[in-house]
Nanobody, 117 residues
């Protein structure tokens, strides 16, 4: 089992910055990758970006490329999402997901990000 807890959401003005955190606990030694997803009201959940735990390679959705950065702290077992130059369309509940080596996926509860124009 893996537990994921997001934090750092809130209200930010368009053009501003926000950093989200996702703290992992449990079977983190088996972590293969972690990712951020988001879901806006009335829309499907969408992929934001992913980081591979070993090596730290990252991949991003085109909608956030160049504005958002994913990083991790292995010692703290925490993943971060640095959001810069945010736009109103970035408003959503942001979810952290973790995938283990055995392909089991785990999800956090989500944290609300609201971008005001």
């Amino acid at each position: 089992q893996v537990q994921l807890v997001e934090s750092g959401g809130g209200v930010v003005q368009a053009g501003g910055s926000l950093r989200l955190s996702c703290a992992a606990s449990g079977r983190t030694f088996s972590m293969y990758s972690m990712a951020w997803f988001r879901q806006a009201p009335g829309k499907a959940r969408e992929f934001v970006g992913r980081i591979y735990w070993s090596g730290g390679s990252t991949y991003y959705a085109d909608s956030v490329k160049g504005r958002f950065t994913i990083s991790r702290d292995n010692a703290k077992k925490t993943m971060y999402l640095q959001m810069n130059n945010v736009k109103p369309e970035d408003t959503a509940v942001y979810y952290c997901a973790g995938r283990l080596m055995d392909n089991h996926d785990y999800w956090g509860q989500g944290t609300q990000v609201t971008v005001s124009s």
